[in-house]
Structure formats: structure tokens, C-alpha cells
């Protein structure tokens, strides 16, 4: 233990050191003028610690046989002594360090390290930490990346905040891997051309990775879960994201980072064309905006898969992201020409893990019934608890609004059965949640593709709307299209280039869900009536 | 249109495309679709934009994403282009239960695929864009549209571009006359 503040205060102390042991260099610590001394008999009376040997002055010595261990000039004899006094040959020296204060070589802190599970580190600056501590970066530790998903997988209890450290850690990577100037062709920088420009760079990197850092700050309670039917028409979190953007709070952090940064920039980049395009993002706006949230190798795909898969506990996102990182580029589209974000060849096996991780962990995860079904009563249970059954699309409500709110009103209100959404909060709560009556199926999606709604219909009749359920996740996304680097030098459309991605399937689910108390006779009457339900809803003309 | 009568008026224009020699890929079918709803008015409800090939609607994507996860259109690799959208047997029987919206569309469902037929993603690209920007701009002469068209997309020549445009006015003259 060394003595705080790196002195020793004035006084009488006892040491014993070997010289072998002050050639080590070693900075003295309390046990040196402690027990140790003792036994050796050596009284110093006055001494300042620091790392040279010759550091103290006067010593005492009560009998004989010490050890001189300072500076090597005096020994004793081994007779007794009563009182042994000498100078040390650096006594000068030392007291003129002692007046000195100690020297400080410590420089300001700015560069920032967070320990991560799935990156090891996430690297930030002192700028960009301003942005993480503000309110909206800060609120994401509340908010579930995976809504009540812990209650089938109890380790998904990540939030949104680690998530976007990490989408924007993999940002920053893959902005230095596509714009390493001996990775970029000239038929790229003459389109693109803010690629060349270093200046211009260094500011498209930062609107990139606030980019990647805020991208998520809209996110309502339970993320995605609450999304839907609980927001007036024409919004969603990603709108919700974009006002608090060009909130004033925030803005007053961009105009404050080095250098500045444009809001419209960073809502470009962070939405995408899909949901800025009408801020018109020029070919660079686009490629920077399909790093974060491209269809095939965006990074916010990338975290969340790694992540979901880390702490779900399931191992069907995992796939390696080192290699596909490394190996992206910005290449010529082999159709038209325009530039658009791509793989060299070797990265390509990479790029097909990512996509069939993506399939796996949707269909296990994501897409899990009693996940969905839990989705549902949670936005039961919203519908009557908050004010109008709707989130406020106030800035300064959403950043009041968390998991942790609307937790503790679900805990509550399922104790009190004269509560508002006591049985959605209740079936929560007790896990006595609906079950499957009817998943959709490839034959009967054959028959009619309307199959699972007719049955939900024809359920609801039969049972009660009360009882009853109804959730579809539709396939989205396109084929998945993306410019492929050959080793010969010819790029090739990466579904011309790679057999696997064709045959990856749209993902898409149905469930028709039933009170549990009704389960059974709703299996036995869907057994009966499943074939004229499903052939009934064909006959349409139009 | 409601969402089933919009599908079959989409495996029906994948039918005139491929009836007319078109690869009839996903890109192919994005720019028919723009061509149908701005030049002939047919109001299929997809929102456009101008992205990296030319108008561009996320809602129609996932809309035949969706249709391919419900067996209306089948993903066939073909080398060395992308892969075409080919309508199934299930498509044909849904535009038989939709024949009516089917005989309202016929004429314009044909005039797009006439004017595409066979032409690749390239062409269609700058033809699209041509489109969007006269239907924007219609006041603007050939050479500031094309102009436009070069600034938007810098991997189009301006020459081709021009090009572009001319084309275009050529057929929204003709389908003004139809």
C-alpha cells in the first residue's frame, strides 16, 4: 500500500530495506517504515518517500547489525552503538525534491473506452460522450431491445443504450474499411465525389456514427412491441427519432461537437431514404444511411443479431462479422452503374451467414408465438392505461415515458382487479397468457393466403372477439441485391453470384390466438370446419 | 384497390412483362409499376421515391416479397442477370376471381408493358428517373431536365440523360393520344 499523495508526513519512522531491494526501483511503502523496521532496528527521523533510494534524510540507528541499505556509503561493524547518525550522499537531492510537488504527467482523458460483451470495447471521444450522456442516449437504458421477450428467454434483458453503443462502434469500422482510399475505384470517387476529400470526411464520419448512435432514440416503451395501433396515424419511433433530433436540446449538443454537426445530416443518415426522403439524401447520404440500416449488411442488423443471440442464449445469430466487415466495399452496381454498398468475393460466405442468422433467429426469437402473444396483451394493457389509449408524440413526454413506467403500472394493475387493463397486466404477470389456435402453414397459404384471417374470423364468431387474437407478420424486405467483387475483378449482383441467398425464404407468420379456458373446443371445432372456412374465403369477385 | 385486387393487377402486369420479352426482376417490376400509377393513373397506392436505380417504393418491395411468401410469384435464378418474378398458377386463379379489376386495367396494364417490353435495368433506371423528374418539372426544357438527371445520378452521362428525356416526352405524348 503506498502512502497517499506520494509523501510521508514528517515525523519518526522505522525502516529496513536490503540495497537489492531499493535497486528494484520499487517506490517505498508504509510497510518499509513499518513492522518490518522494527525488527531491524533502524530509526529514520525524517523522510519523504518517492522512487530514488537516496530519499531520506537523517537516520538513526539503536544498536548495531542494520543493514545499510540507502546509498551504500555507511556500514556498521556489528558492534553495539547508541546512536549512529549520518548524512545520506544524497541528502541535497532529496530535500530538493521534497519541496517540489510531485510531477504531473497525467493529460487530459479524450478518448473513452465501454466495455462491451459482444465488441470488447466501444470506442468514444469527448464530444461524442456528450451526445451518449444526454437525455435521450441515457433514457435507452431503459427501454428492453427485446420488449418482454425474458419472459421465454430470461437473459434477454439488454436494452436499446448497448445496442446503439455498439451500432455505433461498427459504424465507425466499417467507414474506414469502405473509404480506405486504396479500397475506392475511380468510377467511385467520380461519383461520390466526398470520398476524396479528407476534410469532408472526417465530418461525414462523425454524422455517421452520432448517426448510428441516435438512431434508436425514438423507440417507445418495449420497443417495437408497443409500436403499433399506440401512436396516431402517420407516426412511428423512426418520426419519434427525427424530432428528437432537431429537438433543442440536442441540436444544441450538435452545434457544439468539432466539428459541427448538421441535423439534417445526422436524420439522413440515420432514417434512411425510406424515412427521410424527403430531405432528398444525395448517392454519399445513401451509402453512409445503408451502412446503418441497409437491407443485406447494415450494422444495426449486425449488432442486433450478435446481441439478441448473445443473450437470448440461442446461437443462430452468430456469424462472422470481422470477416464481412473487412471486406466490404463501395462498388459500381453491375445493372446501372450507381454506386451502392458491396462485398469483395471473399467476404461473400460471410454475407450469406448474415442473412440465413437473420432467417434462423426470426423464426426462433422474434417470431416465437408466446413472444408475439405476449406483444399483445402488453398493447391491451396500453390501450386502456394510457391517456386517449395513445403515446404522446411530445418529445418532452417521450422522454419522460420507459419500460420501467410502465412496468411497475402492469405489476400494480394486475394485483387490483378493478384496475384499468388488470386482465391484460394479469395475464402478464401470472404468465397465463392466450395460446396457438392456428399458426399458417405453406399448404393452406396454397388453398388461400387469406387462410389464417379467415379462421381468426370465423373463431371470432364461433368464441368471442374477447377471446380471440389475431397476429400476422407479413414477409418484407426485397431479394437481397447487392454488388459482389469477383477475384478476377468483375462485380457481379450478388443473387447472379451466390446460389444460397436465392433460396433464403421470405420470413412471415399468422397466429390465430385463444383463451386458454377455451383452447380445447376451439381445437376440436377448427378441426371440423378448417376446410369449408379456408375454401369459403376463395369465392370472391372483384 | 383493396389489397387483393392490387395483387392480382401485379402478377397481371408481371404477366404482360414477361408476355412482352421483359427479364421481369424485381427492378423491372418497381419501374412498371411507377410507369402504371404516374403515366397511366392506375391507383395502385404504392409510394415512390427517388433512390439509388431511379423511383424506387419500399411498400411495393415488401409487397412482392409478400406475394412470393404467399406462392403468387415464384423467385427463378437465371444467369447472368438477377433473378425473375414469375407469376404461378395461384396468381392466375386469383386474377380470375378479380377478373373485373383485371378487364378495368387491361389497356393500361398493356400500354406499360409495351412501352418497357424488353428493355434491362439500366435503361429502365434513367427512362424512370426521366419520368420522375417531368412529372416534377414538367415546365423545364430537354436539356435542364437532363441536367437534373446528371446531377441526381453522376454515373448517367448528360448525353444520356438527354437522351433519357426525349424518350420520355416521346411516350407520355403517346399515351396522352391513347
Known amino acids: ?542 | 384497390m383493396d389489397r387483393l385486387q392490387r395483387r392480382a393487377l401485379l402478377s397481371g402486369l408481371a404477366d404482360s412483362l414477361r408476355q412482352k420479352g421483359s427479364w421481369c426482376g424485381e427492378t423491372h417490376l418497381q419501374k412498371a409499376t411507377y410507369f402504371l400509377q404516374k403515366l397511366k393513373k392506375v391507383p395502385a397506392g404504392f409510394d415512390f421515391f427517388l433512390y439509388k436505380h431511379g423511383p424506387f417504393s419500399f411498400d411495393l418491395r415488401d409487397e412482392l416479397t409478400a406475394m412470393r411468401s404467399d406462392g403468387l410469384l415464384d423467385l427463378r435464378a437465371q444467369w447472368p442477370y438477377g433473378p425473375s418474378l414469375i407469376p404461378t398458377e395461384e396468381s392466375a386463379e386469383l386474377r380470375e376471381q378479380y377478373s373485373r379489376t383485371m378487364q378495368k386495367y387491361k389497356k393500361q396494364l398493356q400500354f406499360v408493358a409495351d412501352q418497357l417490353r424488353n428493355r434491362n435495368v439500366s435503361e429502365l433506371e434513367k427512362l424512370a428517373t426521366a419520368l420522375y423528374l417531368t412529372m416534377e418539372e414538367s415546365q423545364r426544357s430537354v436539356s435542364q431536365r437532363a441536367k437534373r438527371l446528371h446531377a441526381l445520378k453522376p454515373h448517367v452521362t448528360v448525353d444520356d440523360a438527354a437522351k433519357a428525356v426525349q424518350e420520355i416526352d416521346e411516350i407520355v405524348k403517346v399515351s396522352k393520344a391513347s
Not at chain 1, 530538493?96 to 466501444?122: G, Q, S, Y
Not at chain 1, 389456435?437 to 397459404?445: F, G
Not at chain 1, 467483387?485 to 433464403?504: F, N, P, T, Y
Open chain 1, 1 to 542: 500500500m503506498a502512502w497517499p499523495g506520494g509523501k510521508l508526513p514528517l515525523g519518526v519512522f522505522l525502516t529496513w530495506r536490503t540495497k537489492s531491494e531499493y535497486n528494484t526501483g520499487m517506490p517505498w511503502t508504509a510497510g518499509d517504515f513499518g513492522v518490518q523496521a522494527i525488527s531491524a532496528g533502524v530509526v529514520v527521523l525524517f523522510a519523504r518517500r518517492s522512487k530514488s533510494p537516496g530519499d531520506f534524510g537523517f537516520a538513526f540507528s539503536s544498536k548495531a547489525g542494520y543493514r545499510d541499505e540507502t546509498a551504500g556509503q555507511i556500514s556498521t561493524n556489528g558492534e553495539d552503538h547508541l546512536l549512529v547518525l549520518y548524512l545520506l550522499c544524497y541528502i541535497s537531492i532529496t530535500v530538493t525534491m521534497a519541496e517540489k510537488p510531485p510531477r504531473n504527467e497525467k493529460v487530459p482523458k479524450l478518448h473513452h473506452e465501454v466495455r462491451d460483451p459482444i465488441h470488447v470495447f466501444v470506442h468514444l471521444d469527448s464530444d461524442e460522450r456528450r451526445v451518449l450522456d444526454s437525455r435521450p442516449l441515457q433514457r435507452l437504458r431503459y427501454i428492453h431491445q427485446l420488449a418482454l421477450t425474458y419472459l421465454i428467454y430470461p437473459g434477454a434483458t439488454h436494452r436499446r443504450f448497448e445496442h446503439s453503443l455498439g451500432v455505433m462502434e461498427l459504424a465507425g469500422r466499417v467507414f474506414d474499411v469502405v473509404t480506405a482510399q486504396d479500397k475506392v475505384t475511380d468510377r467511385v470517387r467520380k461519383a461520390i465525389p466526398e470520398i476524396t476529400k479528407q476534410n469532408e470526411l472526417h465530418y461525414w464520419r462523425r454524422v455517421l456514427r452520432m448517426a448510428a448512435l441516435a438512431h434508436d432514440v425514438g423507440h417507445l416503451p418495449f420497443s417495437h412491441a408497443a409500436e403499433r395501433e399506440l401512436l396516431p396515424s402517420g407516426w412511428d419511433h423512426e418520426r419519434l427519432t427525427r424530432e428528437i433530433i432537431y429537438s433543442e436540446e440536442m441540436q444544441n449538443i450538435w452545434s457544439k461537437l468539432t466539428p459541427p454537426l448538421r441535423a439534417d445530416d445526422i436524420v439522413k443518415v440515420a432514417l434512411g431514404p425510406k424515412k427521410a426522403a424527403d430531405l432528398k439524401p444525395s448517392v454519399w447520404e445513401t451509402i453512409l444511411s445503408e451502412i446503418i440500416v441497409g437491407d443485406a449488411f447494415g450494422v444495426d442488423r449486425i449488432d442486433y443479431l450478435l446481441r439478441d443471440s448473445h443473450h437470448t442464449g440461442v446461437a443462430y445469430g452468430k456469424f462472422d462479422h470481422h470477416r464481412l466487415i473487412e471486406t466490404l466495399r463501395i462498388l459500381s452496381h453491375p445493372d446501372t452503374d450507381a454506386p451502392a454498398l458491396g462485398v469483395e468475393e471473399g467476404g461473400l460466405q460471410s454475407a450469406e451467414a448474415l442473412l440465413w442468422a437473420r432467417y434462423l433467429i426470426y423464426t426462433q426469437v422474434y417470431l416465437h408465438p408466446i413472444r408475439r402473444i405476449y406483444d399483445i396483451h402488453l398493447r391491451d394493457f396500453l390501450k386502456v392505461w394510457l391517456k386517449n389509449g395513445r403515446f404522446s408524440t411530445q418529445v418532452r413526454d417521450h422522454l419522460r415515458m420507459t419500460d420501467s413506467e410502465v412496468t411497475s403500472a402492469i405489476l400494480v394493475s394486475a394485483l387490483r382487479s378493478n384496475s384499468a387493463g388488470h386482465d391484460a397486466a394479469s395475464r402478464i404477470v401470472r404468465r397465463d397468457h392466450f395460446k396457438v389456435l392456428y399458426e399458417r402453414n405453406p399448404l393452406d397459404v396454397r388453398r388461400n393466403s387469406e387462410a389464417a384471417r379467415l379462421v381468426f374470423e370465423a373463431a371470432e364468431k364461433q368464441f368471442g372477439s374477447k377471446n380471440l387474437r389475431f397476429d400476422k407478420y407479413p414477409a418484407k424486405g426485397g431479394s437481397h441485391d447487392f454488388p459482389v467483387l469477383m477475384s478476377d475483378g468483375r462485380i457481379l449482383r450478388s443473387d447472379a453470384a451466390s446460389e444460397v441467398l436465392l433460396k433464403l425464404p421470405p420470413v412471415a407468420t399468422e397466429f390465430v390466438f385463444i383463451a386458454p379456458d377455451k383452447r380445447e373446443k376451439a381445437l376440436s371445432w377448427l378441426e371440423t370446419n378448417r376446410k369449408s372456412i379456408i375454401e369459403k374465403g376463395r369465392k370472391k369477385n372483384g
